[in-house]
């Protein structure tokens, strides 16, 4: 099985903050790796899918690159409605796996 | 617009069974498998199995193996998970999600989800 290990696990950060999330994968996923935003209490929201693609309706501060075993989410510019928790997860292989989160909050 | 509409809150005790449904709606249901994800209290997400709502094929993780079935009613766009001899670590929020292949496999649309409760 495929496990994905997110750094950091909690981050603070301020409006307009450029931040960056990691995601390790234990073996070579290529580019099978999504990234999901998810608010208290809500269902998660796709925002990345294959690596770098944006999902329809998602703003343009969000971004996504890597290859391989690391991979990266980055928020250009945080906005108050960025606090949230960030989850990755593989569709390379089943069982599919996402990783432990890394919860953002406001400094 | 996608939509998919979950069943509402179920209190069990240990070693019931409980059925979670999840109704789909704007888009052809027998186009795009359904995974289901599950949340327990305060934890991350965890992918629980996958099924085709072409054929019924089905891919279950490991450690639910046995206790999980997952099937569909084409008829009318519903799929369902079912969990039997449930235990109080299957406390958690239950999802249904829209599995989407292209370009690469991905959850584009989620259900607001269905908390299940095992207490005695």
């Known amino acids: 099985d495929i496990q994905l290990t997110q750094s950091p696990s909690s981050l603070s950060a301020s409006v307009g903050d450029r931040v960056t999330i990691t995601c390790r994968a234990s073996?070579?996923?290529?580019?099978?790796l999504n990234w999901y935003q998810q608010k208290p209490e809500k269902a998660p929201k796709l925002l990345i899918y294959?690596?770098?693609n944006l999902q329809s309706g998602v703003p343009s501060r969000f971004s996504g690159s890597g290859s391989g075993t690391d991979f990266t989410l980055t928020i250009s510019s945080l906005q108050p409605e960025d606090f949230a928790t960030y989850y990755c997860?593989?569709?390379?292989?089943?069982?599919?796996?996402f990783g432990q989160g890394t919860k953002l909050e406001i400094k | 617009q996608v939509q998919l509409v979950q069943s509402g809150v179920e209190v069990k005790k240990p070693g019931a069974s409980v059925k979670v449904s999840c109704k789909a709606s704007?888009?052809?249901?027998?186009?795009?498998?359904i995974s289901w994800v599950r949340q327990a209290p305060g934890q991350g997400l965890e992918w629980i199995g996958w099924?085709?709502?072409?054929?019924?094929?089905?891919s279950y993780v490991q450690k639910l193996q046995g206790r999980v079935t997952m099937t569909t009613d084409t008829s009318t766009s519903t799929a369902y998970m079912e969990l039997r001899s449930l235990r109080s670590d299957d406390t958690a929020v239950y999802y249904c999600?829209?599995?989407?292949?292209?370009?690469?496999?991905?959850?584009?649309?989620w259900g607001q989800g269905s908390l299940v409760t095992v207490s005695s």
């Open positions: 999600a829209r599995d989407h292949l292209y370009p690469k496999p991905n959850f584009d649309y």
């Open positions: 704007g888009y052809t249901f027998t186009t795009f498998g």
């Open positions: 099924i085709s709502t072409y054929n019924g094929d089905t």
């Open positions: 073996h070579s996923i290529s580019d099978y």
């Open positions: 294959a690596t770098s």
């Open positions: 997860q593989q569709s390379y292989s089943t069982p599919y796996s």
